[in-house]
């Protein structure tokens, strides 16, 4: 007995293993486009292709299986490999977006296209600010050849005689009557005999797109832009789909980001903690803004800088800035450094344990005792 070959499920998808979850079903569902049965009668190898496809994609949709993939490749799945609709909840949904398998829409009926997610990487002061930025994507549009009928320029589709224009065929399921979509016709209701040489008779071809994306300042990592009729082309004369744009945002070397707030951390020496100080705290926008710290100011302090936060998302006004005191106590002193320091250790008073203190250092001798 022939042993199967035991193949790589990204290469299947032809994916990177750091891909994330929606490359993976975005992968996927080319791949079923091209090779579903439906779209390809009789044809073994693309049979054989989409059963691969969607084996690949039943294993590393599922978190727990890629982990299990990943770190030991098929010996980790135990079995659990192969092509199993029940295995993952959206393959009804992947393929009612590409067939029209799903209940929503009417067979034979102009079709919405799918829509597409694009990952967006910015800097953090361009998520801040706003930016505008080009994008290049792929997706499916009509064909211009024939006008997304599938047929060569010249000709016609024929009704389809199987579900006689239907888009879809009945059969028994115990007391139940179930339809599903036309085998024949690929739910369209239409038979393309003499297809289109430049769609191959799928109505559809993929081209490569360029779009300006103007980001609106405030955005951060999670925001999704949603740009309308940006995403695939639609079927039989359906509008497209739309795109969304999944931001995320760079670690900044100097602030960090809660909503519209921003925290950073000022350093400063005994002196100046212990007599106060002027400071200049650098702003996002590359400038600096003044803070002035009162005597006696302790490490850990935090003060608020007004309207230097993040722009507000969708409305007017900034966030604040909330700047963090740290005090920085030398670790190299010269001679007359040493001696300073050793005068003012003698005059210093020492510091007063607290109440709070005072109680963490009795329980301590307790437990100690």
Not at 218 to 246: A, C, F, K
Not at 312 to 327: C, E, F, P, Q, T
Request: hydrophobic share 30%; aromatic share 6%.
């Amino acid at each position: 007995m022939a042993t199967r070959t035991q193949v790589d499920y990204y290469e299947v998808l032809g994916c990177e293993r750091t891909a994330s979850e929606a490359e993976i079903k975005s992968a996927y569902r080319k791949m079923a486009l091209k090779y579903h049965p439906d779209r390809n009668p009789g044809d073994a190898e693309s049979e054989a292709r989409f059963k691969e496809a969607a084996e690949a994609y039943s294993v590393l949709s599922d978190p727990q299986k890629r982990q299990r993939y990943d770190a030991y490749g098929h010996a980790g799945l135990g079995g659990a490999g192969g092509f199993d609709p029940s295995a993952f909840t959206d393959f009804g949904d992947i393929l009612g977006d590409l067939f029209g398998f799903g209940g929503r829409r009417q067979r034979g009926g102009p079709r919405r296209g799918a829509d597409l997610r694009y990952n967006l990487e910015l800097g953090f002061t361009e998520a801040a600010f706003g930016a505008e930025t080009q994008v290049q994507i792929a997706r499916a549009e009509g064909c211009t050849a024939c006008k997304g009928s599938g047929a060569a320029p010249g000709t016609t589709a024929t009704t389809c005689a199987t579900c006689r224009g239907a888009g879809q065929v009945t059969f028994q399921q115990g007391f139940f009557s179930v339809a599903r979509p036309c085998g024949k016709c690929r739910g369209t209701g239409k038979v393309v005999a003499t297809p289109c040489e430049g769609c191959h008779g799928h109505g559809q071809v993929e081209v490569e797109r360029k779009l300006q994306i103007k980001v609106p300042a405030g955005v951060d990592t999670g925001s999704q832009l949603r740009i309308t009729g940006e995403g695939e082309g639609g079927m039989l004369g359906g509008p497209p789909g739309d795109l969304y744009v999944v931001i995320r945002v760079e670690d900044h070397p100097f602030f960090k980001r809660d909503g519209s707030s921003l925290y950073c951390e000022m350093p400063v020496n005994i002196a100046q903690a212990a007599l106060g100080a002027t400071l200049d705290v650098p702003t996002l926008d590359g400038g600096a803004t003044r803070l002035s710290i009162p005597e006696g100011t302790q490490a850990g302090a935090s003060f608020r800088i007004r309207q230097q936060g993040v722009p507000n998302l969708g409305s007017r006004g900034r966030g604040d800035l909330h700047v963090a005191i740290r005090v920085v106590t030398p670790t190299r002193l010269n001679g007359e450094q040493r001696k300073l320091m050793e005068q003012l250790g003698r005059v210093l008073p020492v510091p007063e344990t607290s109440d709070k203190d005072k109680s963490i250092l009795d329980r301590m001798k307790d437990i100690l005792s």
